[in-house]
């Protein structure tokens, strides 16, 4: 068995839904279970339609809802496929409708919308395979994914999980050669729509992978790997042919959105190859991500970057010999459920970076009772990561003289030795990204990308 995920881009049209079917008829011997992302936009554009009805823009958000629906519609109905989307639009409607009465937002009812896409293109995607004679069977990935019940972020309960899914797809998987399933959706233990929290089907490929032992997990996607950096801030990029569990976490932890963060957990765990893979050029050999060493005479295998970042330095003389300072600053930010990225510290001074500042007035406050805080936002952090940082004397040395027209706010280098991090201003970010790989891929290893 195999686990193939295929991302919003991939299914996004009738178009790019022939293409999925193309490639998995083609490995329908390897027996695959299909997870699927919403299509296109869609999840964003159910977000905003609720945002829209809490708001009091209820009208809009009834058009909004409309323009999706038909969009659905056109497309099922392209694809040749009965109008299987009607009733749940109903269903979304009235929900919709409920939100605009009540005008608040939970995280629960966030995820009761935002499930709608997946749902949807589960069973459109279904319904097209087996138009074009695949026996496929649809399965509603909320009967099998058991989550926690932070709503928008939930946790998989995996022993839950791993015992429904063995339960389940071995049975469908004798009857039928395909299983198509939403990614990203879920359900608590009570039976109650939950989601992974955005990006999540490819954790939901992942858990799947795991908990049923398949022999690789396919990430099909809308470029062709992990490439040596983030497309979207820089064109002359490179496929990273292969890299490390640990690499890939690195990358995807510090922005690189080709893959969910949590993906190689289970992954690694089970000691399961991940494949990430261009739905739009099928034969393209992709990166593979695996337990395997890789050698190469780069130090780096990727630079990845992550916008949106703040920066918090504190700093208290009052602290100056006295213990605790650390455990007093981190037991605040715990607290508030905040999680700190990046890290560098002096006797008195602790500079940190997060992405979520929704709890930061609240710290402040908190904070301000024992030290000096200054908050600045619009940084950005640029994380070199590869396996050979360890052992590859000087990377610094090439890093810094690169950046020589960059202001570097702060310096990180994790404890695995695995990633060298800088945070800069926002406006600096394209620069920096274009000197780094400039200067550590001016000559790639043909071994090791491509
Ligand atoms: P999907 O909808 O298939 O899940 P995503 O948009 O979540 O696709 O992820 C794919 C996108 O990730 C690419 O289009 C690319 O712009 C972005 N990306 C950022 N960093 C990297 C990287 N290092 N390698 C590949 N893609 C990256
Ligand atoms: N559809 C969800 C999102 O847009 C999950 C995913 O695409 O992985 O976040
Ligand atoms: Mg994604």
Request: with cysteine; aromatic share 4%.
């Amino acid at each position: 068995m195999i686990v193939m995920k295929f991302g919003g881009t991939s299914v996004e049209s009738t178009e790019a839904i022939e293409r999925v079917a193309g490639i998995v008829r083609d490995r329908l011997a390897l027996h695959p279970v299909v997870v699927v992302s919403a299509m296109g936009k869609t999840t964003n554009k159910l977000l905003a339609i609720a945002a829209d009805a809490v708001a009091g823009r209820r009208e809009q958000a009834l058009d909004l809802l409309n323009q999706l629906h038909e969009f659905h519609q056109r497309e099922s109905e392209e694809l040749g496929v009965d109008d299987i989307v009607s009733v749940h639009f109903q269903e979304l409607a009235e929900l919709v409708k409920g939100l605009a009465v009540m005008g608040e937002m939970t995280p629960r009812a966030t995820d009761a919308v935002s499930a709608f896409g997946e749902r949807l293109s589960s069973l459109i995607v279904t319904a097209r395979l087996r138009k074009l004679g695949i026996d496929a069977v649809h399965l509603d990935a909320r009967s099998v994914i058991v989550t926690d019940g932070r709503h928008t972020q939930a946790a998989p309960i995996l022993a839950e999980t791993t015992t429904r899914l063995n339960a389940t797809i071995p049975p469908l998987a004798a009857k039928h050669a395909v299983i198509v399933m939403g990614g990203f959706i879920a359900s608590t233990e009570n039976g109650v729509t939950s989601t992974l929290g955005r990006g999540g089907s490819d954790y939901t490929a992942s858990i799947v992978g795991a908990g049923m032992n398949a022999a690789e997990i396919q990430i099909w996607t809308d470029v062709d790997g992990m490439l040596t950096s983030d497309p979207t801030i820089l064109k002359n990029v490179y496929r990273v042919k292969q890299c490390s569990f640990a690499e890939a976490a690195e990358l995807a932890y510090f922005g690189a959105k080709v893959l969910h963060p949590a993906t190689v957990l289970p992954a690694i765990e089970k000691n399961i190859p991940v494949r990430i893979l261009n739905s739009r050029r099928p034969e393209v050999e992709g990166t593979l991500i695996s337990s395997k060493a890789v050698d190469s005479t780069s130090p780096i295998r990727s630079i990845a970057c992550k916008r949106n970042i703040t920066l918090v330095n504190i700093v208290s003389s009052r602290m100056l010999m006295a213990h605790g300072f650390l455990r007093r600053v981190f037991e605040i930010f715990d607290r508030h459920e905040t999680s700190v990225d990046m890290l560098a510290t002096s006797e008195v001074s602790v500079s940190l970076t997060i992405d979520n500042t929704q709890a930061l007035p609240a710290i402040r406050k908190e904070i301000e009772e024992f030290a000096d805080i200054t908050v600045e936002d619009q940084q950005a952090i640029v994380c070199m990561v590869g396996d050979n940082l360890r052992h590859t004397p000087g990377v610094l040395a090439r890093a810094f003289a690169a950046l020589n027209h960059v202001k570097i706010r702060m310096i990180s280098e994790g404890a695995s030795q695995l990633n060298l991090s800088l945070v800069v201003s926002a406006e600096e970010l394209a620069g920096a990204v274009e000197s780094l790989h400039g200067e550590f891929f001016a000559a790639p290893d043909p071994a090791a990308f491509a």
